[in-house]
């Protein structure tokens, strides 16, 4: 067997097996995530929709190249300026801030930033038209501006209607800013379980879409592009004959509670999507029959949407995490000291933000090192 020196800031190296992985680690089964990459280009270009993966799921720019150059992705999404910031640096030339940006000083930034890759960003206050359109002025670009409507999230997005009508006439209106469209996204449906439940949420929101748009045709603006939807929910705005572009994001990893959201349609996961994300986690007591603790607790998975599954080993279930701690359920006493065991997070996207590299395998080693570039990138 080879002898593997692994560095002080990384948890393996290319050609290790598995079983040499410094635990936790965040693992990728490259052979499950290349084919969710390759079933949502499909559903994609059956839809007849562009496809623009959203990044908060991983921010790392190699799996954004990977879904540009392999998945059908015609861009990347992501929530924050230093998020965009750091994909750009890492060779993405196509970003959707999907969000919106108000501070003067981030604003400028995102205004330089279209200097080096296509820039868009999302707006819902009149008040912010202004700096984004001199800030564009400033840099010598233009910035794609997409109006978010509130479409059932309670979140950000303006009100349909007037409001919406007289926000997208002002960014037309205004000499270094492009009227893009409408972004319509309501986060909260990607997770309603009950699948007529998740439908009737939808079809809310696709009335709201129509309402805008017709309200914008009155006034003779056209709109170029409706964008929105998750992979909760993409084949819904998919097939409705009004989306032009759709942001799924964790369809490419899978996390518990998406499993729980298609468990509820008779599939394993949503659309037929496999768990391809992994916290890889060692036992490291075995204190007393019938339980053992891991070494993946808080700082390596999220928990916000629910404990973590314990994947392909019957029997054993994670009770609860601290700090530095998970403790197991072993009903049997099958885990030893040192087993290794593979958790899928019940949240992906945080989950990603707490390490500095996937470590993607295949055939029992490590094929690829992928740093978490945009990691703590919130600002």
């Keep these: 067997m080879a002898d593997f020196d692994i560095g002080f800031d990384i948890p393996a190296v290319i050609g290790m097996p598995v079983a040499q992985i410094q635990t936790p680690a965040l693992i990728i089964d490259l052979d499950a995530f290349e084919r969710n990459v390759a079933r949502m280009k499909t559903a994609a270009e059956t839809m007849g929709v562009r496809l623009r993966a959203h990044a908060k799921t991983h921010k790392s720019a190699d799996i954004a190249l990977y879904q540009m150059d392999h998945g ?12 965009a910031e750091a994909l750009v ?3 993405v030339n196509d970003v959707l801030v999907a969000n919106e940006i108000t501070h003067p000083a981030k ?8 200097q080096r890759a296509r820039i ?21 670009v233009r910035l794609d501006v997409l109006v978010e409507i509130d479409c059932g999230g309670r979140r950000c997005g303006t009100l349909l209607g ?10 037309a209106a205004s000499p270094n800013l492009v009227f893009a469209g409408i972004q319509a996204y309501h986060g909260n449906a990607q997770h309603i379980y009950d699948p007529a439940e998740r439908r009737a949420a939808i079809d809310a929101v696709l009335d709201m ?3 805008t748009k017709a309200a914008l045709a009155s006034v003779g603006i056209a709109c170029p592009m409706v964008t929105g939807a998750g992979t909760g ?5 998919g097939t409705s004959g009004l989306y032009d572009e759709i942001q799924p994001g964790s369809y490419i990893f899978m996390d518990a509670d998406y499993a729980r959201v298609g468990a509820s349609d008779g599939k394993d996961t949503v659309g037929g999507f496999e768990h391809a994300l992994f916290i890889l986690t060692s036992v490291m007591s075995k204190p007393a029959s019938g339980r053992a603790v891991c070494d993946a607790g808080l700082k390596s998975h999220s928990v916000d949407s629910g404990l973590p599954l314990v994947f392909g080993f019957e029997g054993v279930r994670y009770l609860g995490a601290s700090d530095e701690h998970g403790n197991l359920a072993d009903l049997e006493d099958r885990l ?6 593979r958790l899928v997070p019940g949240h992906c996207d945080p989950t990603c933000n707490l390490h500095d590299w996937f470590v993607g395998i295949r055939n029992g080693h490590v094929e690829a090192l992928w740093p978490v570039t945009a990691r703590g990138k919130i600002f």
Excluded at 76 to 83: L, R
Excluded at 336 to 341: A, Q, R, S, Y
């Design 209 to 211: 879409v129509r309402e």
């Design 89 to 91: 640096r890492g060779g």
């Design 233 to 237: 929910t993409y084949n819904l705005e």
């Design 120 to 140: 868009s960003v999302c707006v819902d206050d009149a008040g912010v038209v202004p700096f984004l359109d001199e800030a564009a002025a400033r840099h010598g």
């Design 107 to 114: 604003i400028d930034r995102l205004a330089r930033l279209a």
């Design 72 to 83: 059908g992705a015609v861009g990347i999404c992501c929530q924050k300026v230093s998020e």
């Design 336 to 341: 030893k000291i040192n087993d290794m065991l």
């Design 162 to 171: 007037k409001p919406a009508v007289e926000l997208a006439a002002l960014v």
